[in-house]
Structure formats: C-alpha cells, structure tokens
C-alpha cells in the first residue's frame, strides 16, 4: 500500500519537473554546441561581408547559417514559441534573398532584426 501512495506523488512530481527543465531550457540550448552551430558567429561574419561587398563569401556564409539554425531548431523547438522559430527563419531568408540581390541596406536591416530576435529568443 504504501508503495503505491509513493509511486502516486513520486512520478508526477518527477514529469513536472522534467517538463519544467525543458520548457526554460532555450536560452541556453541556442548556444553553440559544436563547430556546425556556430549561429550568431556566422551572422556576425555576415555582417562584415556585406559590408565590404564580398558577396561571394557572404553567400556561403549564409548557406552555413541556414544549417546551423536547422540544427538548433531541432534542440529548441520544445523550449521556445513557435512564432520565435518562424521570425528567424523568415528573417534568415530575407538576408539570403537580400545577398543574392546584392542589396546591403536591406541585409543590414534584417541582420539587426535577427540579433534582436536572437536576443529575446528563449526568454
């Protein structure tokens, strides 16, 4: 009997506290976890590219950066508002659309609407 009033609060208290874990886990599951990862850094690389026109570069540089939100997505995608997911994204394909029309205004300001996104992503 008593095993049982045990097993009764022991399982929920312990799903709780896992679904808890996960659930404020996103700030730190968007830092980098290996070399393929590496978001913001990419981004930041980005921005240096644009600005000194190197688009050659600019557009591998995004191609990396497309694979490494994919990457994360599937670590944060628990932990985080699904409207947060879809923001970077979207805000990731307008600086690729943005790079193959070799338009830097419109990539700097989509650079400076992900890092605000990224900032705020998880909180």
Do not use: C
Request: net charge neutral; hydrophobic share 45%.
């Amino acid at each position: 009997m008593k095993k049982h009033k045990w097993l009764l609060y022991t399982i929920p208290i312990i799903m709780l506290m896992l679904f808890i874990a996960i659930m404020i886990s996103g700030p730190w599951l968007k830092k980098p976890f290996g070399t393929q990862d590496r978001l913001l850094e990419s981004i930041q690389k980005l921005e240096k590219q644009v600005l000194d026109k190197q688009w050659t570069q600019a557009k591998g540089q995004i191609e990396y950066a497309m694979q490494a939100w994919h990457r994360i997505v599937n670590r944060i995608q628990f932990s985080v508002e699904r409207e947060s997911i879809y923001d970077v994204l979207g805000a990731l394909a307008r600086i690729q659309g943005g790079i193959a029309a070799q338009d830097d205004q419109a990539i700097m300001e989509e650079i400076y609407y992900f890092y605000a996104l990224w900032d705020n992503l998880g909180d």
